[in-house]
């Protein structure tokens, strides 16, 4: 993205100059680039309904009764519009071939499970709580004899006019600062880096691309052990200087993690704009839910802040959070283990999780490192992407609007050497 004709020493030797103009071209200020924006994420909100005393049966039925269609939908298409559709209760010794929609769940580990089964028959990742068509037939003992599986994936996307210049959004994650004593150097250097107050006039302009930034969470504390307790109010008046600074030269978007001041359920409301006195004051800073949609520069973004892709390792095999983040677009569904391991909201009547838009990039934050691919999902490419800690990497990612291209940029500080480094994607 930027200075990528020089070597990594020449970079940080120019991004740590005292800035300067162009022996070829006049003084000139860089303006902030703007793309177009639009929140998607009002379902997510609670709006003071905070009644949790319901059961959580009547979320799984919405949930069921809204995918069933879609799912229904994809069988047929799968597997011949003349396969007939049953429901358990219909099922005798007489029935042939045909197509069963229902929620998947695993049983207890010493309970046999028929899903386990399956899955080791057919090599296939089944998560609790997704709604899923088994093609089969009734078999002896009350088994469902499995022969193939659907899944819902997603709703054909929408055109956007998408930006035709570079234009990118920055994500970054788990800026941890009640233990970022180590990376404080790499911090400011973020902060001076995105208010253009390093290098000369190129690496500026370039920077002024940046439209917007993304913070996916954990930006006060951390998962772990702290040896002595943070003091809360310190650190969220430091988050408030930091948001303060990004805030008056780019839009920025704060979403809450599992270990901020926030609600633990899920979806988590935005964090009140009461605790940012200073950074309220700039519209251009917007304290957002988690799960946070939205549109961007004609570009649909979707992420949480890494607790529903923690939550499916917890539940099966997957390791890789771009597998399961693969997986949610199969699914169609972004927390299929809430509200059974994963905490939720007793929605009644609706089911917020359900990916009802296409999404152009899905991510999830506060991962162990930074990883991206694209997946195909008939013929609509997403681009799936792994934010790692900035705590422990120093790295954000950079997501081209123009062509979703992701750069992580890295203020890892080895002497007084700032590196930046490029994902083979980004290279092409």
Not at 204 to 212: D, E, G, L, N, P
Not at 374 to 398: E, Q, W, Y
């Amino acid at each position: 993205m930027i200075l990528d004709s020089c070597t990594s020493e020449m970079k940080a030797e120019v991004l740590l100059s005292e800035p300067k103009d162009s022996e070829d071209a006049p003084a000139r200020k860089a303006e902030r680039q703007e793309v177009s924006y639009e929140s998607l994420s009002s379902k997510y909100k609670l709006w003071g309904n905070k009644d949790v005393t319901r059961q959580y049966f009547k979320m799984y039925s919405a949930r069921l009764e809204r995918m069933r269609p879609v799912v229904e939908a994809k069988a047929k298409g799968k597997w011949g519009s003349d396969t007939t559709l049953k429901r358990l209760h219909e099922l005798d010794d007489e029935t042939g071939k045909c197509i069963i929609v229902g929620t998947l769940f695993k049983r207890q580990t010493l309970k046999p499970s028929i899903l386990k089964e399956i899955s080791e028959e057919v090599t296939l990742i089944l998560m609790q709580g997704v709604i899923c068509a088994v093609l089969g037939q009734e078999g002896s003992g009350g088994k469902f004899a499995v022969e193939d599986i659907c899944f819902a994936g997603l709703p054909e996307p929408v055109k956007h006019d998408v930006v035709e210049d570079d234009r990118y959004v920055v994500l970054i994650s788990g800026l941890e600062l009640s233990s970022s004593v180590d990376s404080l150097l790499s911090l400011e250097l973020l902060i001076d880096y995105l208010s253009g107050h390093l290098g000369h006039s190129e690496e500026q302009a370039a920077v002024a691309s940046i439209t917007r930034v993304v913070i996916a969470g954990n930006s006060i504390s951390c998962a772990k052990g702290e040896k002595e307790k943070p003091d809360k109010v310190k650190l969220v008046k430091e988050l408030d200087d930091i948001l303060t600074q990004i805030a008056s030269v780019c839009p920025v978007d704060l979403m809450p993690g599992e270990f901020d001041p926030a609600n633990h359920v899920m979806p988590q409301q935005p964090l009140h704009r009461c605790m940012f006195p200073k950074a309220a004051v700039y519209s251009s800073m917007q304290s957002v839910s988690n799960p946070y949609e939205c549109i961007i520069g004609g570009r649909v973004f979707i992420g949480m802040s890494g607790q529903n892709v923690k939550d499916i390792g917890r539940c099966s095999t997957i390791e890789d959070p771009l597998v399961a983040l693969g997986n949610l677009c199969d699914w169609g569904h972004l927390a299929p283990t809430a509200p059974d391991t994963l905490v939720s909201y007793p929605y009644e009547g609706q089911e917020p999780f359900i990916i009802d838009t296409c999404p152009d990039v899905i991510f999830a934050g506060n991962q162990d490192s930074f990883g991206t691919t694209v997946k195909d999902v008939n013929g609509h490419k997403v681009t799936l992407v792994s934010i790692p800690r900035f705590s422990d990497s120093g790295m954000c990612v950079a997501v081209n609007l123009r062509n979703l291209q992701c750069q992580p940029i890295c203020f890892s500080v080895d002497g007084n050497t700032l590196t930046e480094t490029s994902s083979p994607e980004a290279e092409k």
